[in-house]
Nanobody, 118 residues
Framework: QVQLVESGGGLVQAGGSLGLSCAAS????????MGWYRQAPGKQRELVAI???????NYADSVQGRFAISRDNAKNTVFLQMNSLKPEDTAVYYC????????????WGQGTQCTVSS
């Protein structure tokens, strides 16, 4: 089993920055992909950014150039630095670990609220 514990988030004014971190515990494989998704009220959960253990990243178009994802493989931790935040970035942010070794299995964190005021 995998457990994901998120920290960070909070309230910030537009143009500000927030940082999120997520620590994974349990058995973690190098092939596991870690990342962040978000869900705004009344909307579906959407991809924000993902990163492989080798450092390959993929970002949603809406956050490209403003957000940066990174990963510490030794500590099984993934980070999301969010800069130049906009009110439309307001959402619950979820940490995700996707296990691709045996098909595709998703593990989720509990979510952390990020609110950007205008």
């Amino acid at each position: 089993q995998v457990q994901l514990v998120e920290s960070g988030g909070g309230l910030v004014q537009a143009g500000g920055s927030l940082g999120l971190s997520c620590a994974a515990s349990g058995t973690i494989f190098m092939s596991d992909v870690m990342g962040w998704y978000r869900q705004a009220p009344g909307k579906q959960r959407e991809l924000v950014a993902i990163i492989t253990s080798g450092g390959t990243t993929n970002y949603a178009d809406s956050v490209q150039g403003r957000f940066a994802i990174s990963r510490d493989n030794a500590k099984n931790t993934v980070f999301l630095q969010m800069n130049s935040l906009k009110p439309e970035d307001t959402a619950v942010y979820y940490c995700n670990l996707k296990r691709v070794m045996y098909g595709s299995i998703d593990y989720w964190g509990q979510g952390t609220q990020c609110t950007v005021s205008s």
